[in-house]
T-cell receptor, first 109, second 117 residues
Framework: SQQGEEDPQALSIQEGENATMNCSYK?????LQWYRQNSGRGLVHLIL?????REKHSGRLRVTLDTSKKSSSLLITASRAADTASYFC?????????FGTGTRLTVIP | DTGVSQNPRHKITKRGQNVTFRCDPI?????LYWYRQTLGQGPEFLTY????????KSRLLSDRFSAERPKGSFSTLEIQRTEQGDSAMYLC???????????????FGPGTRLTVT
């Protein structure tokens, strides 16, 4: 079974708005990663946050991590049509990653 | 282009046939992973290699599946006697070597979409 679960399953927003996606996981982690997948393509790594970090930024992305609640959130600010994709959180160890089912984000121009 | 490449990108086969996919990882990466992804789901781990050694296999990897990385560079994933349930996107990824208790960024290829008719 997959460890991470994203919420919501689907999100539709207007271009320029912010998008927030949440991820919950089950066991203790050393880090958590977020990936993006455009339709029918491979995944692209967005950001990695370590268990001793609470917040991390990368461009228009902001990730938070709450290990006490076993949850993380990904915020995309000032969304663009090109941000339309599925977003996955992933946890795991060196040997493999466990992915959630993803949040399907649609940004309407 | 120094990214992860996969071939073929698409494969249509009849049930019962064998298929083989190839993955070329980023050259400096010692670790190579195979995942399977079905529609509407996240990738599911199948197996991984540290150099040429296959160190872990998921229970999803039935006896009909076999993966190799003979020289620690490219890898192949073979499915024998394909079934309709094998229809999925097969993703390959590579990464630097990580300590056992943590994970590093994985670089994914574009995937091979398998359709079994």
């Amino acid at each position: 079974s997959q460890q991470g679960e994203e919420d919501p399953q689907a999100l539709s927003i207007q271009e320029g708005e912010n998008a927030t996606m949440n991820c919950s996981y089950k066991t203790s982690i050393n880090n958590l990663q977020w990936y993006r997948q455009n339709s029918g393509r491979g995944l692209v790594h967005l950001i990695l946050i370590r268990s001793n970090e609470r917040e991390k930024h990368s461009g228009r992305l902001r990730v938070t991590l709450d290990t006490s609640k076993k949850s993380s959130s990904l915020l995309i600010t000032a969304s663009r049509a090109a941000d339309t994709a599925s977003y996955f959180c992933a946890t795991g160890r060196a040997n493999n990653l466990f992915f959630g089912t993803g949040t399907r984000l649609t940004v309407i121009p | 282009d120094t990214g992860v490449s996969q071939n073929p990108r698409h494969k249509i086969t009849k049930r019962g046939q064998n298929v083989t996919f190839r993955c070329d990882p980023i050259s400096e990466h010692n670790r190579l992973y195979w995942y399977r992804q079905t529609l509407g789901q996240g990738p599911e781990f199948l197996t991984y290699f540290q150099n040429e050694a296959q160190l872990e296999k998921s229970r999803l990897l039935s006896d009909r599946f076999s993966a190799e990385r003979p020289k620690g560079s490219f890898s192949t994933l073979e499915i024998q006697r394909t079934e309709q349930g094998d229809s999925a996107m097969y993703l390959c990824a590579s990464s630097e070597t990580a300590p056992w208790d943590t994970s590093y960024e994985q670089y994914f290829g574009p995937g091979t979409r398998l359709t079994v008719t």
